[in-house]
């Protein structure tokens, strides 16, 4: 196993000597050569996470395990000796990820310098021959960012966590910022440099359909916990969880697409029970008062959700489905 975190905290602190809590006891585990997908809206903690296992911040509670090593709070020298060299991360903005003052070939020797890694010439050698391998000609190495595309300066940011050979990468909205047509060709990267490399992934991301394509495995999330984790296949085709039901009609129609009633609810005061329940069709009492754990499926290995009553809202033929009684709350069309 590449990745594990067991109940994993992240808590801020705010105005009025407060603290925020964005990660709320979430375990995830990664294999060698998997990806494992990560999807939820804006304030889910996904981007957290992806810091928080990278130890870019210093986990509030829980563990962080790393090629089954504890480094939930491995000083830096630990870290640059294990983490540091064996995982990469690729960020959302490559406009703002690559040092505009630096060469792409000094941007991609600099992991490599740090290090200590090969001679200089060796170093350079290798960003030429790490350019290639992500659809850039060697001759773009002596320019700067702002000279690319974007969908080139992704190129390079992929290029960059790669010059260590790790073994995970996290990419955290690698394509949200770039044309759909571009996020084809980066997405087609990312498949690529598994197959060739074995690389596992944690793919972040708030497009189920995107992630669904590139995962082996997807975790839900909605403030802070993880609500449905298993399959891609299953999550995004048959999801148990009223949230996961949401996101996955966002591949249809715009007439046929759902949106859960109400405001996402603040950090600062997440509701009692079910962090969905406020927005939920289908919530009951219990929903108010219990907050569900991850619990097994019976007839899917795998599949965990954490609902008092998974499955009891299905999409059929674009609209939704309340197995249980009449919902509280509506669901409402984007129209």
Known sequence: MILQTENLE??????????????NGVSISVNAGETLGVVGE?????????RAVMRLSEPTGGRVFFEGRDVTHANSAHLRRILRRRAAMVF????????PFLKLVDALTEPLAVHRI???????????????RVGLDRAQAERYPQELSGGQRQRVGVARALMLNPAL?????????LDVSVQ???????????????????FISHDLALVSHLSHRIAVMYLGRVVEIGPAAEVFDRPKHPYTVVLS???????EQLTPGGDPPSLLSPPTGCAFHPRCPIARPVCSTTAPELTALAETKGHEVACH???????????ETAVAPPPPIPLEAVR
């Open 10 to 23: 992240q808590s801020f602190p705010v105005s009025g000597g407060r603290r925020v809590q964005v990660l």
């Open 249 to 255: 009609s966002m591949r249809r129609p715009a007439g």
């Open 92 to 99: 959302q903005n490559p406009s703002t990820s690559l040092n």
């Open 42 to 50: 804006s304030g889910s903690g996904k981007t957290t996470l992806g």
């Open 309 to 319: 009553f998974p499955g009891d809202l299905e999409l059929s033929g674009g609209l």
């Open 184 to 202: 084809a060709q980066v997405v087609n990267l990312f498949q690529d440099l598994q197959r060739d490399l074995g690389l596992a992934y944690l």
């Open 169 to 177: 990468v996290v990419a955290d909205e690698p394509t949200a910022s």
């Open 118 to 132: 090969g001679s200089r010439s060796e170093r350079r050698q290798q960003a030429y021959d790490m350019l290639e």
